[in-house]
Every structure is written in structure tokens, then in C-alpha cells.
């Protein structure tokens, strides 16, 4: 009977010390995620931006080839 309870207590340290290590783990990748997100949202932005740039450009050189 207290080998069995020395092993639950064993086996619940090591669940406890599992979770901590999850949670950890699960925080700095959810801060990760978070600046992966910004990133793809800054680029995005920029993306768009040279888009317009390029279509203006464009609308520009078709409008000498007009006249």
C-alpha cells in the first residue's frame, strides 16, 4: 500500500511538473504567434502599398502610350 501511494505521489509530481512545463511552453508559442501575426499584418500593408505604387505606375505609362 506505500509503494502504491509512493508511485501515485510520483506519478503526480511528474503531472504537475508536465503542465508547468506545458504552460510555458504553450505561452512563449502563443507570443510567437502574436508576432508572426503583426509581421503578416505589416507586410500585407506593404504589399498593398507597392501594389497601388505598381497600377498607378502602370495607368501612367498606358496613358503616354494614349497620347
Same mark, same amino acid.
Given at each position: 500500500?506505500?509503494? #502504491? *501511494?509512493?508511485? *501515485? ?6 503531472? =504537475? !511538473? ?11 508559442? #502563443?507570443?510567437?504567434? #502574436? ?9 500585407? #500593408? ?5 501594389? !497601388?505604387?505598381?497600377?498607378? =505606375? =502602370?495607368?501612367? *505609362? ?6
Amino acid at each position: 500500500m506505500e509503494q #502504491k *501511494l509512493q508511485t *501515485l505521489s510520483q506519478r503526480v509530481d511528474e503531472l =504537475i !511538473s508536465t503542465l508547468r512545463r506545458l504552460r510555458s511552453e504553450n505561452a512563449e508559442l #502563443k507570443g510567437r504567434e #502574436k508576432n508572426h501575426d503583426e509581421e503578416r499584418e505589416r507586410l500585407m #500593408k506593404k504589399n498593398a502599398e507597392a501594389k !497601388s505604387r505598381l497600377e498607378s =505606375i =502602370i495607368a501612367k *505609362l498606358r496613358q503616354q502610350d494614349d497620347s
